[in-house]
């Protein structure tokens, strides 16, 4: 006789190997056709860094996807961090495992002796005359200081107390020769453990202060949590003189420090309790104080509450100072923003913003520099005659940036546009380090004019990166470099601002990038300066064509548009096609349909990449554009989002089968993040697609109650919105097959893991076909290599199995829809 537990055992294996619904098909780990593989695990390219005077380049390799049981290691997820509990560094890095200098003059590389084995760099930075370079060491149990003498090229450790790297900036140059730095203050094994009987439950109570946050991952959720943030977080600041450690003040939780111009003073954030439950770290309470070096305080200058009380709405501010920060041209003049609205855009005032200064020694009161009609972004700060400031309203996609005057307090407006538009994107003025070692605005021609930089450099022929001169009293911009079409270059670094000697980097569709110098005036031959071979031998052959078309409305689309290797459309016919998006907002149809990228760049691929696909016979359009555009200023973009992403998606299906490339009857539609919650939607609504992809998404947007993207109205405010937009609300629509792959530790606001778990049983109990893939230890960002594999694997599959091989008559094409 069989036991009960047998007879379970046995029933329910017959049972799932019935069912088609099994909960686990199998639990090994997959791999992709070897091709994708070996384009996902080939070695990048070194990242590049180079100095000011343009003498030497640092190359920096990083490590390639590490192994999920890296990912698997201890982490403490608190206060919307993720750290490494036995270390005091963040838990999840791209170390770099391989750093070296060279000479640009003469074009040799030098190895660094002293580099510790193995090599777990991060934080690389340059000294403040690029006579040396630091960077930070992770172990198993500490963080190190490491100082690059360029002049010997050999790297010594130089601290004694462990890096305290938590919260992010973990050290800040002084001079060559002396560094300022975080260091720990008791070894990690000794935090707090956890009590096997807590003293109570866990509280919280609110008393008629709105606090309308979004849905932050990781915070805080217990009182043990609370002593695990404040043991780990609290560091002791240190001043390191080639090696000799002093501290500096007292221990406390320093969220930002940065010294004065002059190097007098220290502009300290600390955070205080109680610490919140509702924000992340950088969310709560805190005091911003002005200290000497020693760390006595010179002047508080303020007392900051917990961000939970941060209105809802674009645009609107807490009612207290921000933006706090040194004057780049001055030696030690701390600046900050003070809403004239009580925080509140709508507020019907005439200036929403002020900015005031406060000089050494901090004794007298503060000054009044200027007011913004607008909400107040930023300034650039140049000298005594020029800064720049801007100010804007992300409600209405609209940037301003004005001249400003330091000496005359004259403000007036030197550009406007709208954020959106690509065409009119002026780029960013070109800086250079002045007498206090700090990056201001570069004057040519006895200041009346400024270098600017677009390193993107939209156009109607598709980005043109340029170099310009912007006239400051005509406003005027004449570019006087502009990358030449059938290639894409863009400048890295002005070497030479007044010699207009240049960095630039250099490729094209079949050429992987690579840096050269330039001389403007002297027009010399461009000089190569590196040799990077192209790592995706895969891909040549591969046709690559930016391709243009207009939706039902008129708006035009574009999208980068992959052919396989030897593919004739006479000849061989449509293609199964992978179409990948991700939606944008518009306040401007004109906007929405300017040109973006450029079909002369190198295919550079990373995980998230559909191109992988183009070498197993797809057809893949990738950034197929997807806006979603208001021009009724009486209504946003997202009242009609459905209909929209249906016209763009029913646009790019007809194009490409137009053109004889795509099978109308074999088409995918896939994204990542708000591009899958757009490929459910997709799917829910239209009947173009044989299958799905979404990765990482948010179906129900009622879990996002307070504004999701860049939606700012809440659910109680427009309900209806938040149903119509959320794909679960028709999940039983839902018949097309999709692929849901989403990381089980995601930490992106508003991306939990449960949307993706609710999605399925919602398509599941509605009969759809659909399967869930949760990836062990993976965030927002997946990185782990067996894991992005397996993904790879899944993916392709799916496309296989429903797309590719699609039970259609290949002599029938569907009519259009």
């Known amino acids: 006789m069989l036991t009960r537990q047998l007879f379970s055992l046995i029933t329910g294996f017959l049972l799932c190997a019935a069912a088609p619904l099994c909960a686990q098909e199998d639990v090994a780990y997959k791999v992709p056709p070897k091709t994708i593989s070996d384009m996902l695990l080939a070695k990048p390219a070194p990242n590049v860094s180079v100095d000011e005077k343009g003498q030497w380049m640092l190359l920096t390799e990083v490590s390639t996807y590490p192994s999920v049981e890296e990912l698997a290691q201890p982490e403490l997820r608190i206060a919307g961090l993720r750290i490494n509990p036995k270390n005091y560094s963040p838990s999840r890095q791209n170390f770099i495992n ?40 992770t172990l198993g149990d500490h963080v190190d200081l490491y100082v690059i003498d360029i002049a010997t090229l050999k790297a010594t450790k130089i601290n004694k107390m462990g890096v305290n790297a938590v919260l992010g900036s973990s050290y800040q140059w002084y001079d060559d020769n002396t560094i300022l730095y975080k260091g720990t203050l008791a070894p990690a094994s000794t935090a707090p453990p956890k009590p096997a009987m807590p003293k109570g439950p866990t509280t919280q109570e609110n008393y008629g202060k709105a606090a309308p946050q979004p849905t932050f991952q990781d915070l805080i959720k217990s009182p043990h949590d609370e002593q695990l943030f404040g043991f780990y977080a609290k560091s002791q600041l240190v001043k390191n003189v080639n090696g000799v450690e002093t501290k500096i003040g007292l221990p406390a ?27 992340t770290a950088n969310r709560f309470a805190s005091t911003v104080t002005i200290t000497d070096l020693t760390g006595k305080v010179v002047k508080k200058l303020v007392d900051l509450p917990s961000g939970e009380t941060t209105p809802s709405g674009r645009d609107n501010v807490q009612n207290v100072p921000r933006g706090i920060e040194w004057r780049d041209d001055e030696a030690a003049t701390v600046v900050w923003c003070m809403p004239l609205d009580s925080g509140m855009i709508k507020k019907n005032v005439e200036y929403h913003d002020a900015v005031y200064a406060l000089s050494a ?18 300034t650039s700060w140049g000298n005594a005659s020029l800064a720049l400031v801007t100010e804007g309203l992300g409600s209405k996609q609209m940037t301003r940036t004005n001249r400003y005057n330091p000496s005359t307090s004259e403000l007036s407006m030197l550009m406007e546009r709208n954020t959106t538009d690509a065409y009119g994107n002026p780029g960013f003025p070109v800086t250079e380090v002045n007498q206090f070692n700090r990056r201001v605005i570069k004057t040519i021609e006895n200041g009346s004019k400024i270098l600017m930089n677009n390193t993107t450099g939209a156009s109607p022929k598709g980005d043109l990166p340029f170099l310009a001169t912007l006239d400051l009293n005509t406003k005027k911009t004449d570019i006087i470099w502009r990358c030449p079409e059938g290639t894409f270059e863009s400048v890295v670094s002005v070497l030479d601002a007044d010699k207009l000697t240049l960095l630039t980097r250099r490729e094209d569709e079949k050429t992987m990038p690579n840096y050269w110098l330039k001389d403007l005036k002297l027009r010399i031959a461009d000089r190569k300066i590196t040799n990077f071979t192209n790592p995706y031998p895969q891909l040549d052959g591969v046709t690559k064509e930016k391709i243009t078309y207009k939706r039902a409305d008129g708006v035009d689309l574009t999208g980068d548009l992959y052919l396989p290797k030897g593919y004739d459309a006479k000849r061989d016919g449509p293609l199964p096609t992978l179409i990948w998006a991700y939606p944008r907002e518009f306040n401007s149809a004109a906007d929405a349909a300017q040109i973006r990228g450029s079909e002369h760049r190198f295919t550079l691929l990373n995980w998230g990449s559909p191109i992988f696909y183009v070498t197993q016979g797809y057809a893949v359009l990738n950034n197929a554009e ?12 997202n009242d009609n989002f459905v209909d929209q992403v249906k016209m763009n998606a029913e646009a790019a299906v007809n194009k490409l089968a137009e053109m004889g490339v795509g099978d109308r009857n074999r088409m995918a539609v896939g994204g990542h993040s708000y591009g899958a919650f757009m490929t459910a939607n997709l799917l829910a609504h239209t009947t173009l697609f044989k299958g799905g992809i979404a990765r990482s998404g948010a179906y129900n947007r009622t879990l996002t109650p307070f504004g999701f993207q860049n939606e700012d109205r809440t659910y109680w405010q427009n309900p209806d919105l938040y149903h ?87 002599g029938k094409v569907s009519p259009k829809p």
């Open 253 to 279: 939780i320093y969220a930002s420090i940065d010294i004065s111009p002059d190097k007098k003073y220290l502009l300290t954030r600390t955070l205080n309790k109680p610490f919140s439950y509702l924000v």
């Open 724 to 810: 119509a937009m959320s794909p679960f609300s028709f999940a039983d629509k839902i018949k097309t097959p999709i692929l849901l792959i989403h990381g089980e530790a995601d930490n992106n606001t508003g991306t939990f893991p449960i949307q993706s778990e609710r999605m399925f049983n919602a398509i599941k109990g509605h009969g759809g076909t659909v399967k869930f893939v949760s990836l062990p230890h993976e965030s927002h960002g997946y990185a782990g290599r067996e894991n992005i594999l397996h993904m790879l694997q899944e993916q392709f599959g799916w496309l296989e199995k429903y797309v590719k091989n699609a039970n259609v008559d290949a």
């Open 626 to 637: 997807m806006p979603i555009v208001s021009t009724d200023p009486s209504k946003q973009p």
């Open 98 to 137: 391989n750093l070296y200098l060279k000479n640009i003059a003469t074009g040799k590389e030098s190895k660094i002796t002293g580099l510790p084995v193995p090599l777990f760099a991060g934080s690389v930075s340059w000294s403040p005359t690029d006579k040396k370079i630091a960077f930070t060491n």
């Open 361 to 378: 020694p901090f004794t007298g009161n503060e000054k009044e520099l200027f007011k913004t009609k607008l909400r107040y972004f930023n």
